[in-house]
């Protein structure tokens, strides 16, 4: 039985109580996500959920999560790979069904149509009804669909609902842009949004006052290594100062900017014989990368690595002198705390979720977005500027798990006891 964490305030306790308190009573929590990690993280699509899922573990008798699959015939990754399974006092189901995909791009066919031919709620649906799930809560990841599923399982089980928005901004703004009913209902009937970032407030209190924002967390795992025994450990040259970025291979990450910055800074007065940039991710745009690299002959000086393994990126942060994150459009950038996390400064574009983690220049520095010559310039900054690992760990501490799970939890609190 999962046993309540005494560190977590008495009001949420009495809200969320262990099986094991004199009158209290079990809850289970449950959790919709487009994307959940498989047992052995070969499909490691939002592995913040299951990071949220594993810090919020403690605190409840189950946790069931339900992430509907696209029924590929066991060619997508997700499909291949995800199976139903249990750890701990956490099920994880993972119903396959059909439906479009936002990033499939189909002629004639728009978003209101995509929507359509969802039918991700019916699988959540009858994946309840097979396994005769009960749940207290839901909490659903993302607008559309978790959220929107959420919504219509409400009219059916009167339990409260907490939707998450981890959209980037730009996804966001599209989604607004819509004025599809079902969106805004999700949004305006949900008994509290999360919202990643500060930023974002107004535009969601448009449709439901109950807006909060909560940040993502880090794992345990990102912690100060000593950078020398990291760097042999990968097979890394001891002496060049070394910039290190990782995320998925998107126009919108800003990559390119990043490679452009490092042919420009020897103009910014940093040799670039001593500088080594490695570009660590996986999507459509590794080959454009590669070929903006070789065109600028900067093969010698960037290199674009593999998708890295979630439990070796610790020792990639640890090895660099700068962890640089160009990216254009984020809620919040996980990859920025895992790195303050381990001590290390960011360099980041000014983006909505960089502006809301890199608050003060002990941590980082911010530049323009899209402009090579600015990152060039922010990272001749970070190069010079003696920081303080120090201050950088210890502001790094509020998005540890520890913190921003008790946020969550008094966000439980308040909504199962019917607050507004």
């Not at 699509?45 to 594993?54: E, L, P, R, T």
């Not at 390119?256 to 103009?267: R, S």
């Not at 000014?350 to 010559?373: F, H, K, M, Y």
Request: aromatic share 10%.
């Amino acid at each position: 039985m999962a046993m309540m964490d005494e560190r977590v305030p008495g009001e949420v306790r009495d809200a969320i109580p262990d099986s094991g308190g004199k009158g209290t009573r079990d809850l289970t929590l449950l959790i919709i996500t487009p994307d959940y990690p498989d047992e052995n993280d070969r499909y490691i699509g939002s592995i913040y959920v299951k990071n949220q899922v594993a810090a919020l573990r403690p605190f409840f008798q189950r946790i069931v999560v339900i992430c509907p699959v696209f029924f590929s015939l066991g060619i997508l990754p997700n499909d291949k790979y995800c199976s139903d399974y249990q750890y701990d006092n956490v099920s994880v189901y993972y119903p396959r069904c059909f439906f479009i995909p936002r990033s499939l791009s189909i002629p004639l066919v728009s978003a209101r149509r995509k929507m359509a031919f969802d039918r991700r709620y019916a699988a959540v649906r009858n994946t309840i009804r097979k396994h005769s799930i009960r749940f207290d809560l839901i909490h659903a990841h993302f607008t559309y669909p978790s959220s929107c599923i959420g919504i219509q399982l409400k009219e059916e089980f009167p339990v409260p609902l907490v939707a998450t928005l981890h959209e980037d901004s730009a996804w966001l703004a599209e989604e607004i842009a819509l004025h599809d009913p079902r969106i805004e209902r999700a949004w305006r009937e949900a008994d509290t949004l999360i919202r990643v970032n500060s930023s974002d407030l107004p535009l969601l209190q448009r449709y439901n006052p109950r807006v909060v924002a909560v940040p993502n967390g880090f794992a345990s795992g990102f912690r100060p290594l000593d950078k020398s025994k990291c760097r042999r450990e990968l097979g890394l040259p001891p002496d060049p100062v070394i910039l290190f970025t990782f995320g998925d291979l998107l126009e919108r990450k800003g990559f390119q900017y990043l490679i452009d910055a490092i042919k420009i800074l020897p103009e910014q007065n940093v040799p670039q014989k001593d500088i080594r940039c490695y570009i660590s991710g996986k999507g459509p745009y590794r080959k454009t990368l590669q070929d903006r690299v070789d065109r600028l002959s900067l093969g010698d000086k960037v290199t674009i690595l593999p998708y890295i393994r979630t439990e070796d990126l610790p020792l990639w942060i640890n090895s660099a002198d700068l962890f640089v994150f160009p990216s254009l459009q984020e809620s919040f950038g996980i990859v920025q705390i895992e790195a303050l996390a381990c001590g290390k400064p960011v360099i980041a574009a000014r983006n909505v979720g960089s502006i809301e983690v890199i608050q003060t220049d002990d941590v980082g520095i911010l530049c323009e977005p899209a402009d090579a010559a600015a990152l060039a310039g922010a990272i001749r900054r970070g190069l010079e500027k003696p920081w303080d690992a120090g201050k950088i760990l210890a502001y790094a501490r509020q998005y540890s798990w520890d913190n921003v799970v008790r946020r969550i939890l008094e966000v439980y609190a308040k909504v199962l006891k019917g607050g507004a």
